[in-house]
């Protein structure tokens, strides 16, 4: 029996999609083509222009983001929301996902390169933050205190030791255990659980995922997927954000400080959020449970290099942490 293509393999997989939402969304497909499998598409249609299509695995998330779509002020947040199949349907669901569309926008992702990209993020999670509060959603999915999940980030983390040893680098291992340890220890001492308590008093919602693939630049910055939408203290938007743009301010403290991204009130824990490197674990264990085309090896060879900047970064951040 011939084998077939991954070309026949796709186009059949394309044509049973069709159908899919066909039948179940009343949608009329003329071209689909991926974005990012198994889970994204990009959508050509008959009769309702240019769409993407995503695959969830979490139906209770997607209702609490489509409540949440439903309370915000969609335009002044710059937030592009998902919208209803033809059919009136808001979700379609198959064995293994379940499926939502979103208009589809045209224009340039972001690059943290920028300083003027940048700028305009700051601005428009600013402008996000502003317009995601007051909001409150019944029932409301409940996540863990942020607290607990840095705690057992690092736990996971430790039961990855052998691979820095087999790999010979034992040393950073401990660094990184080391200085994680170090900032949860005065991190605990701080009201996390009190902000988030307000926040959830306050109604306050954060996006979860500040990567720049997550902004889209036209006429202005739009915020997409919010998979990771939470209500929570706002600061842990921008502290994400800070330790994604770190690397491209070559880890100096002064021109991340000029972002303004927060009140001086709120400094002190920004500051040490953003010391607290849960980037490279989470970055690390993910890493780690998918498929790449690097080594182990090569991965924590690149990872000691950065993680040399970053020590120096945190040396001049724990003296300014002196005087607050």
Not at 90 to 111: D, M
Request: glycine share 4%; proline share 3%; hydrophobic share 40%.
């Amino acid at each position: 029996m011939n084998d077939i293509s991954l070309k026949e393999r796709d186009d059949i997989f394309y044509y049973r999609l069709s159908s899919f939402l066909s039948k179940f969304g009343q949608l009329e497909v003329k071209k689909i083509s991926c974005i990012k499998k198994p889970c994204v598409y990009y959508v050509e249609t008959i009769y309702n222009g240019s769409l993407l299509l995503k695959a969830h695995k979490n139906e209770q998330n997607i209702l609490q983001q489509w409540d949440f779509f439903t309370k915000i002020n969609l335009k002044r947040s710059c937030t592009i929301p998902f919208i209803s199949f033809p059919n009136g349907n808001k979700i379609i669901k198959c064995k293994t996902y379940a499926w939502t569309i979103s208009p589809y926008l045209s224009g340039k992702r972001v690059t943290y390169q920028s300083s003027k990209e940048r700028a305009q993020v700051v601005m428009a999670l600013k402008k996000f933050h502003e317009n995601a509060t007051g909001i409150y959603l019944h029932p409301m999915k409940k996540t863990p205190l942020m607290l607990e999940k840095w705690y057992n980030r690092l736990k996971v983390f430790k039961k990855t030791e052998y691979l820095f040893i087999e790999n010979g680098f034992e040393t950073l291992y401990m660094d990184i255990v080391n200085l994680t340890e170090k900032y949860l220890h005065k991190i605990v001492r701080l009201p996390w659980s009190v902000e988030e308590i307000k926040a959830i008093e306050g109604g306050t919602w954060i996006h979860g995922d500040v990567a720049s693939h997550n902004f889209l630049i036209n006429d202005k910055v739009h915020l997409i997927d919010f998979d990771l939408l939470d209500c929570k203290p706002q600061i842990y938007d921008f502290i994400q954000l800070s330790q994604r743009f770190l690397p491209y301010l070559k880890w100096d403290l002064d021109n991340l400080l000029s972002y303004d991204m927060i009140t001086s009130k709120n400094k002190k824990m920004w500051l040490l959020g953003t010391l607290l490197p849960t980037d490279v674990i989470r970055e690390w264990i993910y890493f780690i449970s998918h498929k790449s085309t690097h080594s182990i090896q090569y991965y924590l060879k690149e990872l000691d290099m950065k993680w040399d900047k970053r020590k120096y970064f945190s040396q001049r951040a724990d003296t300014m942490l002196k005087s607050m």
